[in-house]
Nanobody, 115 residues
Framework: QVRLVESGGGLVQPGGSLRLSCAASGVIFSFSTMGWYRQAPGKQRELVAR???????NYADSVKGRFTISRDNAKNTWYLQMNSLKPEDTAVYSC?????????WGQGTQVTVSS
């Protein structure tokens, strides 16, 4: 059974940093594509960052240069390092894993950027 467990959300001031983590179990981690999505109130869910196995990393234009996605295959975990956070980054962030076309989601974690 595939399970994704997120951690690392919270409240941060503008300009601050947070790191989200997503730990996976029950998957063939090294052949999977990892991603992070977010959904702000009243808006559609959007892709934040995507890290294919052996492929090119993709970022939403709004986070380029500020956010970094990375993975640790030994720990079956991937991360989203978020720097220079802005109030418009406030959203529920969810991790996503694509294994051979099957999609799995974490439970979501709230990130709030506010002074």
């Amino acid at each position: 059974q595939v399970r994704l467990v997120e951690s690392g959300g919270g409240l941060v001031q503008p300009g601050g940093s947070l790191r989200l983590s997503c730990a996976a179990s029950g998957v063939i981690f090294s052949f999977s594509t990892m991603g992070w999505y977010r959904q702000a109130p009243g808006k559609q869910r959007e892709l934040v960052a995507r890290l294919p196995s052996g492929g090119t990393t993709n970022y939403a234009d709004s986070v380029k240069g500020r956010f970094t996605i990375s993975r640790d295959n030994a720990k079956n975990t991937w991360y989203l390092q978020m720097n220079s956070l802005k109030p418009e980054d406030t959203a529920v962030y969810s991790c996503n894993l694509d294994q051979f076309g099957s999609l799995y989601w974490g439970q979501g974690t709230q990130v709030t950027v506010s002074s």
